[in-house]
């Protein structure tokens, strides 16, 4: 079940970024199809999760509830907007009306209806939120319990977290700037300048031009140019983590250097770690205390 949630959260970001691009014609209506699908599909699952809890009220103000409220938000706010438009007979009315009623809606779902859109990535934290939730889902996708690692875990939240950087980023960005800078017309530049931006490379060919996205760019740079190395370090701890875990698996902790006594040694050791003195190989000890005492 929740792999099939997981592919939905990312179609869904796909179908955002399709949505914004400029005479797609009857593509448009298409992918406006499978939004309302989505939106629905996560509607009917918030439902359900708030039912498994007994309709406990405490349930819509935890972290995740909300982001799954916010995940089907914009299929409520456009069925508000059409039933708005119903209520005032958008059809009975001045040209002038329809006109500027049609250029709000248009503007709103371009900005901030996209930026919600977006935000359903965070719902991918519920996946991560402990080793044993990580593990139901690797365990899903087809791996075995056994090849499941910690490690796994730590490199899964550093390619999320960066990825939810990166896309809520670009998402404000897209919304500051759309419509006004016509070097960005599409999310797909807004993606561009986006990940320039976090990177700090900076070539040039794209800049902000309203207070709001240069006050984004700024945040986007100064969370870039700090999360980003401590999420890589995070994963290099852990990398050294499992590596230091998979040498002590190795060790054989009755296995005596015969010069200094010192034990513990890796059960592949040709030397000892203490003195360097040359190790017998396994098996062998015995035969060679053997000899010695003959």
């Known amino acids: 079940y929740e ?14 970024a399709f949505e914004t691009l400029p005479d797609i014609g009857e593509l448009g209506l298409t992918l406006a199809n499978i939004e309302n699908l989505i939106c629905l599909f996560f509607a009917l699952e918030y439902i359900a ?28 706010l456009g069925a508000m907007m059409l039933a708005m438009d119903f209520k005032m007979g958008i059809l009975g009315g001045t040209p002038e009306e329809t006109a500027m009623r049609l ?16 935000l359903r990535i965070i719902r ?26 910690p490690y796994q875990l730590q490199l899964a939240r550093v390619i999320l977290s960066l ?10 960005i897209y919304v500051t700037e759309s419509g006004v800078n016509p070097d960005i017309p599409d999310f797909f530049s807004a993606m561009y300048f986006g990940l320039t931006t976090l990177t700090t490379v900076g070539f040039g060919d794209i ?23 401590v999420q890589l ?36 050791a040709r030397f000892c770690w203490q003195c360097g003195e040359r190790m017998l190989t396994p098996g062998t000890e015995p035969k060679q205390r053997d000899i010695k005492s003959k």
Request: aromatic share 8%; with cysteine; glycine share 4%.
């Open 3 to 16: 792999i099939p949630t997981a592919a939905l959260i990312i179609v869904s970001i796909v179908v955002v």
């Open 49 to 76: 999760r708030w039912y498994s809890k007994n309709l406990n009220p405490t349930y819509v103000f935890q972290p995740l509830a909300i982001i799954d409220l916010i995940s089907f938000s914009p299929l409520v």
């Open 103 to 118: 250029a709000a809606e248009e503007s709103l779902d371009a900005g901030p209806l996209t930026f919600l859109k977006l």
């Open 124 to 149: 991918l934290q519920r996946f991560l939120r402990d080793y044993d939730s990580f593990k139901d889902l690797e365990i899903a996708l087809g791996l075995k319990p056994s090849q499941i690692r």
């Open 163 to 172: 990825a939810t950087l990166y896309f809520i980023s670009t998402g404000l």
């Open 207 to 229: 800049a902000p031009v309203t207070p709001e996205g240069k006050l984004v760019v700024c945040l986007a740079i100064i969370l870039g140019v700090t999360i980003i190395p």
């Open 233 to 268: 370090g995070s994963l290099a701890d852990a990398f050294m983590l499992e590596s230091q875990t998979k040498d002590l698996s190795f060790t054989d902790l009755n296995r005596i250097c015969e010069k200094c006594g010192v034990r513990s040694h890796r059960s592949d």
